[in-house]
């Protein structure tokens, strides 16, 4: 089992920026691909940007130019730097990692929430 604990969610005006930040413990050996998703209201989970432990990324086109994941594999974090915050934006956000094997373990989820 993996447990995963995300920080940094919040209430923020449009244009503004949050950190999102994932911290992995347990079984690590073996994660893949860490990053992370968000859910809005009446709408599936959705990607919106992951990392490979070998540096690939791959971001949902709705938040490329605006959003840059990072992971520190010596830490097995994995972070999420939204700049530019739209209120689309707005959404619970979950960290997610995939292992080698293809097991899926989520984080509980964090609220972003972007508002005048």
């Known amino acids: 089992q993996v447990q995963l604990v995300e920080s940094g969610g919040g209430l923020v005006q449009p244009g503004g920026s949050l950190r999102l930040s994932c911290a992995a413990s347990?079984?690590?050996?073996?994660?893949?691909?860490m990053g992370w998703y968000r859910q809005a209201p009446g709408k599936q989970r959705e990607l919106v940007a992951t990392?490979?432990?070998?540096?690939?990324?791959n971001y949902a086109d709705s938040v490329k130019g605006r959003f840059t994941v990072s992971r520190d594999n010596a830490k097995n974090t994995v972070s999420l730097q939204m700049d530019s915050l739209k209120p689309e934006d707005t959404a619970v956000y979950y960290c997610g990692v995939q292992n080698i094997w293809r097991t899926e373990f989520w984080g509980q989820g964090t609220q972003v929430t972007v508002s005048s």
């Open positions: 990392m490979t432990n070998a540096g690939g990324t």
């Open positions: 347990g079984n690590v050996f073996g994660m893949r691909n």
